[in-house]
């Protein structure tokens, strides 16, 4: 397999470039912006880079799995595309930064790092495709009785979802949907292709922070002790402040830890915003009129037991306190190394208390993700940003489908 990198003035220009150099058979694999350097960089115009992958051989039989897995990319992007311009609603492609590949490309465009990127870019896309040559070559007669030859995919489909700990309910639920959609001895390109763009639609579209339509927009972040919810909260107002050059405030309703709210303290100063410590539902609602002019208003929460009735109380009394006069979203921050028995628990307590968008942390240390899908698909609500270290304002992005189902669908992370 050939995998290289081409860029142009646009996207179609850097594939109109590949096409000429590899032919009309490339597969697009990925779309990203190139960073600008230097200082004359604000001159040069923006460039995308795409990356591309083509066979050198035509395949047969198992081998056809090479381009499989390849084009399952190219295939699912363009079906939520199509979705989505139904809605009429603008595609957003997001560059993924979950593993030390994607850090290395938001760093760094030097050419070890390149080198390295597309180094695991070709081994995650061949992961799947190994394991199904080596699983399904294994078996070159079928059972008795057995006539699907898809059979053997179904199963370790299934097996690669149960060793990245997605719940066998979900997993069971996405193999009896392909059993019933497909027809006995389909291709298998096309069925992971399908696998695959069922998945991707189960996460569904990421929501973010927006601005209000009208005054700020008030955003809290809840969740348990322990998960880098005062980190997080330091990221993305480094986003917004910096990147987006919006006028924001940070609060902190965290009273109980002296040290969390020093360090919220620590990055406003950084960031030259204000800060406050609230200890009532009356003093939030001083805030925001003192604040009324800005365009976010970030509140820490006290992380606490999901168990624990008081706190949970009077972090339910802070939320409702702004109901009707502001624009508010609130954010559940849980950690992607927490036990999904106990996530469910964390989702329903906080569930009682309003209606949130998840964000997932520690990313960098897991070597799973099917909790992600579980707790999306248990809740039902919006994926929204995830992080995968300590680097402020770095380690955050946006939740990206395309990325993380490649990984389940991988059999872990490259």
């Known amino acids: 397999m050939i995998i290289k990198k081409f860029q142009g003035k646009t996207e179609e220009e850097a594939l109109e470039i590949a096409k000429k150099e590899l032919g009309n058979s490339v597969v697009l694999m990925n779309v990203k912006q190139v960073k600008k350097k230097g200082l004359f960089s604000i001159l040069k115009p923006q460039m995308v880079e795409v990356t591309v992958a083509l066979e050198e051989e035509q395949p047969n039989h198992t081998e056809s799995l090479r381009s499989a897995v390849a084009a399952v990319s190219e295939i699912a992007q363009s079906q939520v595309k199509k979705e989505e311009t139904q809605k009429k609603e603008p595609v957003k492609r997001e560059t993924p930064n979950y593993a030390q590949v994607q850090r290395e490309e938001m760093r760094t465009a030097e050419e070890p790092a390149v080198k390295k990127e597309e180094s695991g870019i070709e081994e995650k896309l061949n992961t799947l495709q190994s394991m199904l040559e080596k699983q399904i070559g ?41 059993d019933r959609t497909m027809k006995p001895n389909m291709p298998i390109d096309f069925i992971l292709s399908n696998v695959y763009q069922k998945m991707v639609l189960k ?84 805030a925001i009129s003192d604040f009324k002019d800005y365009d976010y208003i970030l509140i820490d929460t006290a992380g606490h037991s999901h168990n624990n009735v008081e706190l949970h109380s009077n972090m339910k009394e802070m939320i ?95």
């Open 138 to 178: 294994q078996k070159e007669e079928p059972e008795e009785g057995e006539k699907d030859s898809n059979i053997e995919f179904f199963k370790l489909l299934y097996n690669v979802m149960m060793e990245n700990e997605l719940n066998e309910k979900y997993a069971n639920q996405l193999i009896d949907d392909l």
């Open 203 to 286: 996460f569904g579209k990421p929501c973010t922070i927006t601005p209000a339509g009208k005054g700020p927009k008030v955003i809290y972040f809840i969740g348990p002790t322990g998960v880098g919810k005062t980190t997080t909260i330091a990221k993305l107002a480094s986003k917004l402040s910096v990147e987006q050059k919006k006028k924001i405030a940070l609060l902190t309703a965290d009273t109980y830890r002296i040290a969390a709210a020093e360090q919220l303290r620590t990055y406003a100063s950084i960031l030259e915003v204000p800060f406050r410590v609230i200890y009532t539902a009356p003093e939030i609602q001083n």
């Open 320 to 414: 409702e306190a702004l109901d009707g006069s502001v624009e508010k979203e609130v954010y559940l921050v849980v950690s992607a190394t927490t036990k999904y028995r106990d996530l469910i628990s964390i989702a329903d307590a906080y569930k009682e208390m309003t209606q949130y968008h998840l964000i997932f942390t520690k990313l960098d240390e897991t070597t799973t993700l099917g909790n992600l899908l579980n707790l999306k698909l248990y809740t039902g609500a919006a994926m929204s940003y995830v992080t995968c270290g300590q680097n402020v304002p770095d380690d955050i992005a946006d939740f990206n489908a395309q990325e993380t189902v490649k990984l389940l669908l991988g059999g872990g992370r490259i």
